[in-house]
């Protein structure tokens, strides 16, 4: 059993984490400003080793209290993706990087932290060749700087380890909408049609329940896996988003999609993703870009709103 303190925990990851945390008999401590005004954590409450602190993880006064003691450190608290940071670039850069620069500093030498970083750094990537960690980083946004600009942070701080994540997919209890695989589900659900601006630019992909259990893995193998950054996603899921529609649509058939002729997407990622690292550990993903479809189709005759989108 272990004492966690998890930043940013009531969010998309941490929303899925901490209940799976909680069920392995882990002392869970979730610091979140709920922002969204989520109420994605209400299962947790009567779970004796949940504890919740509504407030935001810039505040020192309130990461010192709450650091003391903790095996663990997740750092998930951040402003998520490009449009979201441009937005707000002061709290992009006080949330995505100063926060995380706060908790090393306050943090004991032996207490561990397992970062969320993502592989938006490689940019442009390289052409056809698979990005490795060893890949040069190139981030083309301020929610990609920042995040890189935090993962080199962390290492250099010791006792610690990194996930490069793959985008996100799937339901979470803190649902978000604007993910590529979700707003693409969502989209042939609700508008069965759909233009696509650059369809060859290439992402890789990750279920949201492997992210989190990611987090469970590092733990189980952290003496091992210390010191290094993991990208993290599935590697039968390097995919165009046209090859991203064309596998929506075998679960939709009515959905229809086509190709921008002119235009260009403000998003301008596209790289392949090597997962050779941390498959080399024993990790792998349980869930396929298939089951993730599946899911959000059931989890649209749910929700149907814009509240569960980052902007």
């Known amino acids: 059993m272990s004492?966690?303190?998890?930043?940013?925990?009531?969010?998309?990851?941490?929303?899925?984490?901490?209940?799976?945390?909680?069920?392995?008999?882990?002392?869970?401590?979730?610091?979140?400003n709920f922002l969204y005004k989520q109420s994605s954590l209400l299962d947790c409450c009567m779970n004796k080793n949940f504890t919740i602190v509504n407030g935001d993880a810039r505040d020192e006064e309130l990461i010192?209290?709450?650091?003391?003691?903790?095996?663990?450190?997740?750092?998930?608290?951040?402003?998520?993706?490009?449009?979201l940071c441009d937005k707000d670039k002061t709290a992009a850069v006080t949330t995505n990087l100063d926060a995380v620069k706060l908790i090393i500093k306050l943090r004991?030498?032996?207490?561990?932290?397992?970062?969320?970083?993502?592989?938006s750094g490689y940019g442009l990537g390289q052409g056809q060749s698979f990005c490795t960690e060893d890949s040069p980083i190139d981030p083309i946004s301020l929610y990609g700087k920042t995040k890189m600009a935090a993962e080199k942070a962390?290492?250099?701080?010791?006792?610690?380890?990194?996930?490069?994540?793959?985008?996100?997919?799937?339901?979470?209890?803190?649902?978000?909408?604007?993910?590529?695989?979700?707003?693409?589900?969502?989209?042939a659900v609700f508008d069965r049609s759909l233009i696509v601006f650059e369809g060859?630019?290439?992402?890789?992909?990750?279920?949201?329940?492997?992210?989190?259990?990611?987090?469970?893995?590092?733990?189980?193998?952290f003496e091992k896996m210390k010191g290094r950054q993991y990208n993290c996603g599935l590697s039968n899921a390097n995919l165009s988003k046209l090859e991203l529609c064309e596998k929506?649509?075998?679960?939709?058939?009515?959905?229809?999609?086509?190709?921008?002729?002119?235009?260009t997407d403000p998003d301008k990622r596209n790289y392949l993703v090597s997962n050779e690292r941390i498959e080399s550990m024993g990790w792998r993903p349980r869930y396929t870009l298939d089951d993730?479809?599946?899911?959000?189709?059931?989890?649209?005759?749910?929700?149907?709103?814009?509240?569960y989108g980052n902007v």
């Open 248 to 263: 929506i649509k075998k679960h939709l058939p009515s959905f229809m999609y086509i190709e921008a002729p002119v235009g």
């Open 292 to 307: 993730g479809i599946e899911e959000l189709i059931k989890a649209y005759s749910i929700i149907k709103n814009n509240i």
């Open 154 to 187: 962390v290492l250099e701080a010791g006792n610690s380890l990194t996930f490069r994540f793959a985008t996100l997919f799937g339901a979470s209890p803190r649902m978000r909408t604007d993910l590529l695989v979700n707003d693409f589900t969502y989209r």
């Open 108 to 119: 004991a030498p032996e207490q561990r932290i397992i970062f969320p970083c993502t592989n």
């Open 64 to 83: 010192k209290k709450h650091i003391k003691g903790k095996d663990y450190i997740f750092p998930l608290a951040a402003l998520v993706g490009f449009p």
């Open 3 to 32: 004492d966690i303190l998890i930043t940013g925990g009531a969010g998309y990851i941490g929303s899925v984490l901490t209940p799976e945390l909680l069920k392995l008999g882990h002392r869970v401590t979730v610091i979140d």
């Open 200 to 221: 060859s630019f290439m992402r890789n992909y990750l279920h949201v329940r492997d992210a989190a259990g990611a987090f469970i893995f590092a733990m189980d193998n």
